[in-house]
């Protein structure tokens, strides 16, 4: 099970840090992406991360921007965004893919969180 949190309304500029929690470690030897869908617009991707913490992707929209960890003492895989833009306002989700390593294709993973709001404002 994943669940994500750190979700909020800010200005831009500002900076939020998401987390993406897996308590039963449903992800522990698995990638691990970020994805995001804004209102009337499909889910995109945004960042992925390997089981061992290699294996990083960045979207180019937030390339710069944003930095993708994982604690695997914690369970958790966190999504620092800084510099947020009024275009970054969506959902949030994050989830767990089916091999060691993530991809940009949402297909690829197979279990989701239920997703956070963030909402930039100018």
């Known amino acids: 099970q994943l669940v994500e949190s750190g979700g909020g309304l800010v200005q831009a500029g500002d900076s939020l840090r998401l987390s993406c929690a897996d308590s039963?470690?449903?992800?522990?030897?698995?990638?691990v992406g970020w994805f995001r869908q804004a209102p009337g617009k499909e889910r995109e991707f945004v960042a992925t991360?390997?089981?061992?913490?290699?294996?990083?992707i960045y979207a180019d929209s937030v390339k710069g921007r944003f930095t993708i960890s994982r604690d695997r003492n914690k369970n958790t895989v966190n999504l620092q965004m800084n510099s947020l833009k009024t275009e970054d306002t969506a959902v949030y989700y994050c989830?767990?893919?089916?091999?060691?390593?993530?991809?940009?294709?949402?297909?690829?993973?197979?279990?989701w969180g239920q997703g956070t709001q963030v909402t930039v404002s100018s």
């Open positions: 991360i390997g089981w061992s913490g290699g294996g990083i």
């Open positions: 989830a767990a893919a089916r091999s060691a390593y993530g991809s940009r294709d949402s297909r690829d993973y197979r279990y």
């Open positions: 039963r470690r449903t992800a522990s030897n698995n990638g």
